[in-house]
């Protein structure tokens, strides 16, 4: 790695190839042309070990079979290249196979919640947040344990969230084991599935980008797809019941699953997100 090295000389070092084109997308990404026309996607990232986190996630994800990943081109302690995906119009029709092809992924397993993909490193992200990954044979102790309690201290420590706010949580934290549901074995899960790491391809397929991978409870990739929405959702989520059906109750189980994306969006973000968060919170209490 070459600390003043510019995402154009990063994708040549790192893909052997001569580069043609540079167009800045947004913060640390950059669309790269490679000669030959192939377009990469170069993400520059100085935080320890998130490059490696999110290329392990990607590699984790295609070895699946399931769901389409862009490739991984090149990487090192800094930078990550991927295949850039050209993008068309939603469409019911992709829609319904990548429900199915979801469904699929979560079915090839892990093997325990908490569970890094191979290669992966312990400390991970969800964006910008860190993210342990710790495996653990019991999902709702885990999901308390590793994925709620500890944004929840961080925005209480931060002023984010007063503690008689953060009681509410601790109480959906108390009551998992009776409100998580029928024990499920862990899936394969993306991590981060909002709309934004949703892409509609122009062939007609999905593509998935930028995963906080690692086992966990289907139902918390299908809550985060509702959490800020996602076009023909009804449509997404047909295919995946048709391939592999839900849990009786997975609906008003969805508030439980997105307090800890929530959580995570109030460390992040701030104040704005806290009521979404209590919100949720207390729908799961009400179940």
């Known amino acids: 790695m070459i600390e003043s090295e510019t995402p154009s000389a990063a994708a040549a070092r790192l893909t052997g190839r001569a580069v043609t084109g540079e167009r800045p997308l947004s913060g640390a990404v950059t669309e790269v042309t490679l000669d030959g026309g192939q377009l990469v996607i170069v993400k520059g990232d100085a935080a320890p070990d998130a490059v490696r986190a999110e290329a392990a996630g990607l590699r984790w994800l295609g070895g699946a ?9 090149g ?3 800094r930078w990550l290249i991927t295949d850039r995906m050209r993008t068309g119009p939603p469409s019911a029709r992709a829609a319904v196979m990548f429900g199915r092809d979801l469904a699929a992924l979560h ?14 490193p312990t400390e991970a992200y969800i964006g910008l947040a860190p993210m342990r990954n710790v495996p653990a044979a019991d999902w709702p102790n885990w999901y308390a344990g590793q994925r709620v309690l500890p944004y929840l201290r961080t925005a209480v420590d931060m002023g984010t969230l007063e503690q008689a706010e953060a ?7 108390e009551r998992l084991p009776e409100l998580a549901g029928p024990a499920e074995p862990p899936a394969r899960l993306h991590g981060d599935l909002w709309n934004g790491n949703v892409l509609w391809g122009a062939d007609g397929h999905v593509r998935l980008i930028d995963p906080a991978a690692h086992g966990g409870h289907r ?3 299908l809550a985060m797809l509702r959490l800020f929405g996602c076009p023909f959702l009804a449509e997404v989520l047909a295919g995946y019941r048709e391939a592999a059906p839900l849990a009786p109750g997975w609906t008003d189980r969805v508030g439980l699953h997105q307090l800890f994306p929530l959580l995570v969006h109030v460390v992040l973000f701030g104040r704005g997100y806290a009521e979404q968060a209590l919100s949720a919170a207390r729908a799961a209490l009400a179940v």
């Open 65 to 73: 079979g399931t769901v389409r990943v862009p490739a991984v081109r």
């Open 75 to 77: 990487l090192d302690e």
């Open 107 to 120: 079915a090839s397993g892990a093997p325990a919640f908490g569970a890094p993909p191979p290669d992966g």
């Open 167 to 173: 009681a509410v949580v601790e109480r959906v934290c």
């Open 219 to 221: 139902e918390t990739d």
